[in-house]
């Protein structure tokens, strides 16, 4: 994990500086802030994953009249750098492929960020362009806006640049930008270059299906134990965590650890042991409050840079074991398995689409704001606190695979959620964590949900006549409960919402493909709807070849 940073069109000054310095946490080994071209500096904070404090693997890359900052790891560095003719200055990093790959290209950017096998959000320039490109899925953020003097500021994450621009946006994922250097003031103009497959085309047996998905999640956790920093797990006890933590534990030479979270009468912290001592890892517990967590709220929001209930309610014990693992052990790199829901439409909801097709629709739109939920709650959790997060399930291959199976295969009459996946592994796990229905990060704290305990204390903190007046303060979004409004205060007390409120997505799971459009929220005409929409002769060849002999009992 790493921050990035930039400014395109005047000379840097303290109060920009201060903006950077404000994402140090991302990258604490090493800060770096230089001008590549004229009134063009690129900023880098590094945290030393390959060879700490090596100097090949700092950054800005420079070759070929290219300089690059890059947050991300790119898996297939070493067959993109082969033949390369360009000398690189801290050429030794797997991100010096992004220069390796784009002179290959014949400088076509879309190209060059497709052949990236990895995650990745990138700032590069030359004489006269500057380039940007952010991973598929969006696993490493990038933001973007323009100051009053039309200057273009980019960063990792909207803390740093937000005081500093008019409005913010993100970079979507999937997507790259040429910026003229000759005109910096004109709009960023994103181009797709990949998007998550809408067809479910590949039409397997269920047997084929099960080897398929367990060989290449195996070789997607394999290709993300690049580094020499300890490894460790956030074990929460339920199957995608575990899973993942099973399958590395087979590659790592030294014993990765595993870090588990949770109330003092939580269930899942057994089951979490029980992993642990099935893999023969060493495993740590960290025993939270409720008044820990509710004292932490603050520090939460403005990390995730969300008021989002659900996001903040899960994010909660994430950022509280991530502080616990960076001050009390030497891991660096966590691996965690965030996506595998979304892959396989096995949250609660999901499961009760009123058809596999609806529920298909739904997994599309769940992938296409991933980056705004579960991969932002994960990529902020850990940064802060100079730690790197690690995400196999969503690995371009696998998406690529399981987002085109069947969806007759994820929603199976009588047969518990993601049984594609379980049935794949049996004998990776004890039976009673593999098959074990899936339980939320936050709700499987302690006996008591989580939910219940913010609840009531927001009731009590924000007064009923203060909240009788919510519509007033709050017009835009006006939240429904107390607790929606403690969060929507605290972060309108950090951050201006009318710069970047409109960043902030919320309720993913009351917006489902299958509600009527005026039941859905969150949709600004029919723009959400739109572009995820299955189109009526794919909708047909999918029911015509997902159903019959396809079918699992």
Known sequence: MCGIWAIVGEQVTPAQQDAFMKIVGRGPDLTVLEEVQPNVHLGFHRLAIVMPGDTPSAQPIVGGGLSVVCNGEIYNHQSLKIDCSVTMKNGGSDCAAIIASFVKHNENLKETCASLDGVFAFIMADAKNVYIGRDPIGVRPLFYGYNSKGSLLIGSEVKCIEELC??????????????????????????????????????????????????????SVEKRLMGNRNFGFMLSGGLDSSLIASIATRFLKQKPIAFSVGFEDSPDLENAKRVADYLKIPHEILVITPQECIDIIPEVVYALETFDPLIIRCGIAHYLLCQHISKSSDVKVLLSGEGADELFGSYAYMQRAPNALHLHSEILRRMNHLHQYDVLRCDRSTSCHGLE?????????????????????????????????????????????????????????????????????????????????RAQRFPDRTPE??????????????????????????KVYRTAAWHRPDEKENVNSNADTEKLEVKSDELLRLRRRSTGSLGVA
């Open 166 to 219: 008019e409005r913010v946006e993100y970079f979507p994922p999937g997507c790259c930008a040429t910026i003229s250097l000759a005109a910096p003031t004109r709009p960023v103009q994103p181009q797709q270059y990949y998007s998550v497959p809408t067809i479910a085309d590949r039409f397997l047996s269920i047997e084929c299906t099960q080897t398929l998905v367990r060989d290449v999640l195996v070789k």
């Open 389 to 469: 997060i690690r995400v196999p399930f969503l690995d371009k291959l696998f998406i690529d695979l399981v987002s085109r199976l069947p969806p007759t295969y994820k929603l199976i009459p009588m047969k518990l959620e993601k049984h594609l996946l379980r049935s794949a592994f049996e004998g990776w796990l004890p039976d009673e964590v593999l098959w074990r229905s899936k339980e939320g990060f936050a709700e499987a704290l302690g006996k008591t949900d989580l939910g219940d305990i913010l609840m009531e204390h927001c009731n009590k903190l924000i007064p009923k006549d203060l909240y009788e007046q």
């Open 481 to 506: 409960t107390t607790e929606e409004y403690w969060y929507r205060q605290i972060f309108e007390e950090t951050f201006a919402y009318d710069k970047m409120g409109h960043l902030v997505h919320t």
